[in-house]
């Protein structure tokens, strides 16, 4: 059983599309979050969401959107690609309310190349 | 500024010797830190924390850290290191905004 997981797994696209991307967790966790790992594997929060609602939005360009219809599910839409897009985007979710002293479980990853 | 500093991009190990990977903290009020493992091509998987109590904490796979308040450190070790071991480990702090601030990583190698 597939704790969270993310689909799709690789997505290639030209510049200037939309593309979304789909986070679910059967952990039964309140809190979810969106990373993204750069090409020097750097990591940095986006979003989380706790029980739909959003609680942290980085500096992040409006562009990103994230999309909690439930809290076993947290989207990424994403419009207007640019090349800076190119990273690995993960999930995580956690149990409770806090990001700062629980431990996050990921997803496997989504590779996203802006040609 | 809450920072996490990991000190080396990379640590090369035989394996059945020690490892050691570092980790340097700046996080306001009471330290929440974190050890995770990235294999190639995966998510990353918690290893363990330090949020109170014992300096030494123990985790998954053998894996053991030691939080140090005065140096504000919280290295990563195990006594005897296997090729399965060689990953990506990251080191993160929680911030007072309910954040993780992760390091920038240690790709750790293994030697037979």
């Known amino acids: 059983d597939t704790a969270v997981s993310q689909t799709p797994k690789y997505l290639v696209t030209q510049m200037g599309n939309d593309k979304s991307i789909k986070c679910e967790q059967n952990?039964?966790?309140?809190?979810m979050y969106w990373y993204k790992q750069d090409s020097k594997k750097f990591l940095k929060i986006m979003f989380s969401?706790?029980?739909?609602?959003?609680?942290i939005n980085e500096t992040v360009p409006n562009r990103f959107s994230p999309k909690s219809p439930d809290k076993a599910h947290l989207n990424l839409h994403i419009n207007s690609l640019e090349l800076g897009d190119s990273a690995v985007y993960f999930c995580?979710?956690?149990?409770?309310?806090?990001?700062?002293?629980?431990?996050?479980?990921f997803g496997p990853g989504t590779r996203l190349t802006v040609l | 500024a809450q920072s996490v500093a990991q000190p080396e991009d990379q640590v090369n190990v035989a394996e059945g010797n020690p490892l050691t990977v570092k980790c340097t903290y700046s996080?306001?009020?009471?330290?929440?830190l974190f050890w995770y493992v990235q294999y190639p091509n995966r998510g990353l998987q918690f290893l363990l924390k330090y949020i109170t109590g014992d300096n030494l904490v123990k985790g998954s796979y053998g894996f053991e850290a030691e939080f140090n308040k005065s140096q504000t450190s919280f290295h990563l070790k195990k006594p005897s290191a296997l090729v399965s071991d060689s990953a990506l480990y990251f080191c993160a702090g929680g911030d007072q905004g309910g954040k993780l601030i992760f390091g920038q990583g240690t790709e750790l190698s293994v030697k037979p």
């Open positions: 995580a979710s956690s149990t409770g309310t806090s990001g700062r002293r629980d431990e996050q479980f």
């Open positions: 969401y706790n029980n739909k609602e959003l609680i």
């Open positions: 996080v306001s009020g009471n330290p929440y």
């Open positions: 952990l039964g966790h309140d809190t």
